[in-house]
């Protein structure tokens, strides 16, 4: 007899399981017939196409203009010159340091001593904010350089370009 009722339970849940399936079909069948499918024309469609076009125009333009040798010039002198800054605040925090350490050893030394030791910190400090200014210099003579035969090649390709049309 259990058995019996075990059996007859399961059908009924797999009955009941049948039951809500065919309502969600039915219903998803009504929510379907209520849609309304916009009607395409072909002007909608190629009207779509127009602000695709412009952006892609847009950033070819970009691309160019990016890796132009002007900009990337541009960008290796700004490079540059964020290093030349760099080195010349590291120059200037190694100098106060230095000047600091011999601010402390003052009273142990000679007034001569120390105004010879403070003029070597600075002679030296110096030299090296000076090499750093003419290797920054020399590298951006360097740089136009190459920006000066970037550009005549460049020349030189559009000229063959426009020749073989």
């Known amino acids: 007899m259990k058995t019996v009722l075990k059996i007859v339970f399961v059908v009924l849940l797999v009955a009941a399981a049948i039951a809500i399936w065919a309502a969600k079909i039915h219903e998803g069948r009504a929510q379907l017939k209520r849609m309304e499918i916009p009607d395409f024309k072909i002007e909608h469609i190629n009207g779509t196409n127009v602000p695709w076009n412009g952006l892609a125009e847009a950033r070819k333009k970009a691309d160019e203009a990016f890796n132009s040798p002007e900009a990337i010039y541009d960008r290796a002198i700004k490079d540059l010159r964020e290093i030349l800054d760099l080195q010349k605040e590291q120059l200037e925090a190694d100098k106060k340091a230095a000047l600091d350490k011999l601010e402390l050893k003052k009273t142990d030394m000679t007034p001569e001593a120390y105004a010879a030791a403070k003029g070597r910190i600075e ?10 200014t003419e290797t920054e210099r020399q590298q951006e003579i360097a740089r136009k350089q190459e920006e000066t035969a970037n550009l005549e090649m460049s020349a030189r390709n559009k000229a063959a370009a426009n020749t073989q049309k």
């Open 123 to 132: 002679s030296t400090f110096s030299a090296a904010s000076i090499k750093a």
